[in-house]
């Protein structure tokens, strides 16, 4: 069965940068589809922050480029996300899920986790 | 890039039709055959349940359907069921490799 979790701190301080995983299981990273990871502030839209490729190539949303880095880990079947510089307006659930030739995001998503930036 | 424009609400009584807009601009929802949308539950991850405009992975419903007119796409829920009610996204590739997500629709079943 396939599935995506993510993983990270629920807590971040302001200022701090913000880091989660997102563990791949039942299917390899190294497929041709890309990943990425779409957050949700707390009763408002969904927002997407950016993909990956299993090569390391990076897209990312150009209002969070500044601050974001997504990277993968291929021999952990992992790819990962870094914001830099979070306020409260970055608390949300965070998603990662898997993304069809960046047009669209597919069937697989992961449960979300909540990241509160506060102090 | 800004957030697709999607109606906060919408609401049908069961067995009822109901259609759900996404109106963008000529450099996403218009420009591309890429436009999504996703069914959400509370406390749950979206679902995908239209993909390039008009296409249903296997397991969705045939009672969704979705189409699209120059900037604005729509998702049709025909014979409205109780589980239906949710939260509905619309999504667009908005060309550069970037991905633009609607506002969101409240979808109500009376």
């Known amino acids: 069965q396939v599935q995506l979790q993510e993983s990270g701190p629920g807590l971040v301080q302001p200022s701090e940068t913000l880091s989660l995983t997102c563990t791949v299981s039942g299917y390899s990273i190294r497929s041709a589809y890309y990943w990425g990871w779409i957050r949700q502030p707390p009763g408002k839209g969904l927002e997407w922050i950016g993909s990956i490729y299993h090569s390391g190539s990076t897209y990312y949303n150009p209002s969070l480029k500044s601050r974001v880095t997504i990277s993968v880990d291929t021999s952990k079947n992992q790819f990962s996300l870094k914001l830099s510089s979070v306020t409260a307006a970055d608390t949300a659930v965070y998603y990662c899920a898997r993304v069809y030739q960046l047009v669209w995001v597919d069937g697989l998503w992961g449960q979300g986790t909540l990241v509160t930036v506060s102090s | 890039q800004s957030a697709l424009t999607q109606p906060p609400s919408a609401s049908g009584s069961p067995g009822q039709s109901v259609t759900i807009s996404c109106t963008g601009t000529?450099?996403?929802?218009?420009?591309?055959?890429?436009v999504s949308w996703y069914q959400q539950h509370p406390g749950k991850a979206p679902k995908l349940m239209i993909y390039?405009?008009?296409k249903r992975p296997s397991g969705v419903p045939d009672r969704f359907s979705g189409s699209k007119s120059g900037n604005t796409a729509s998702l049709t829920v025909s014979g409205l069921q109780a589980e239906d009610e949710a939260d509905y996204y619309c999504s667009s590739y908005a060309g550069s490799n970037n991905l633009v997500f609607g506002g969101g629709t409240k979808l109500t079943v009376l």
């Open positions: 390039e405009v008009s």
């Open positions: 000529s450099s996403d929802v218009g420009g591309f055959t890429y």
